[in-house]
């Protein structure tokens, strides 16, 4: 079973500020996938990253895959309360595995 | 990406009882997927729904407790069977293709609870 660790498990921050989300693994994966889910929705999907040393962005959100395809990471800059919500990375293909997700709350 | 229905959005229930859950989707699909989040939680998946034959289900699941019907490319559903208060969670359902290195999407789930 490949296993998906991620880190930090609660993070409470000031708007304006940068933070950095972890998901790593001893297992080698084809592809990751970052989710974001709001309270009552469904996880919806941010990125895919496929290639190793892959850093994809979107508007003020980084993600890289590591060189080894074991590990990735999500970079927020300057976070704005609208990015509160439930990080959850995930991978695995069709046998898909989740993180434990992060729980993000951006204050004003 | 496919949009997907899932009903009843939230229910409450009586233990003892059975609740069915439905997914529908606006286009068909390869996969479907149902996952459990239990409160606080990150997703489990439960079990894939094989079009036409027996779901496979992943360790600590069984067809008896979580049977799962998938008549069709669009359609599926989820039962969750005699509920006890450990079933209080929120079931999703999500779609694929047949490339697995493509992600999931995903319903907005259904929030149950068990009293």
């Known amino acids: 079973t490949q296993l998906l660790e991620q880190s930090p498990q609660f993070l409470s921050i000031q708007e304006g500020e940068n933070l950095t989300v972890y998901c790593n693994s001893s297992?080698?994966?084809?592809?990751l996938q970052w989710y974001r889910q709001e309270p009552g929705e469904g996880p919806v999907l941010l990125v895919t990253?496929?290639?190793?040393?892959e850093v994809k962005k979107l508007k003020r959100l980084t993600f890289q895959f590591g060189d080894a395809r074991k590990d990735s990471s999500l970079h927020i800059t300057a976070a704005q309360p609208g990015d509160t919500g439930l990080y959850l990375c995930?991978?695995?293909?069709?046998?898909?595995?989740f993180g434990a997700g992060t729980r993000l709350t951006v204050k004003p | 990406s496919a949009v997907i229905s899932q009903k009843p959005s939230r229910d409450i229930c009586q233990r003892g009882t059975s609740l069915t859950i439905q997914c529908q989707v606006d286009?068909?699909?390869?996969?479907m997927f149902w996952y459990r989040q239990q409160p606080g939680q990150s997703l489990t998946l439960i079990a894939t729904?094989?079009?036409?034959?027996?779901?496979?289900?992943e360790s600590g699941f069984v067809i008896d407790k979580f049977p799962i019907s998938r008549p069709n490319l669009t359609f599926s559903t989820l039962t969750v069977s005699n509920m006890s208060p450990e079933d209080s969670s929120i079931y999703l359902c999500?779609?694929?293709?047949?490339?697995?290195?493509?992600?999931?999407?995903f319903g907005d789930g259904t929030r149950l609870s068990i009293l």
């Open positions: 999500s779609v694929a293709t047949a490339d697995s290195n493509q992600p999931q999407h």
């Open positions: 297992s080698v994966f084809s592809s």
């Open positions: 990253v496929v290639t190793g040393g």
């Open positions: 995930a991978g695995g293909g069709w046998d898909m595995r």
């Open positions: 286009s068909q699909v390869t996969m």
């Open positions: 729904a094989n079009q036409g034959s027996e779901a496979t289900y």
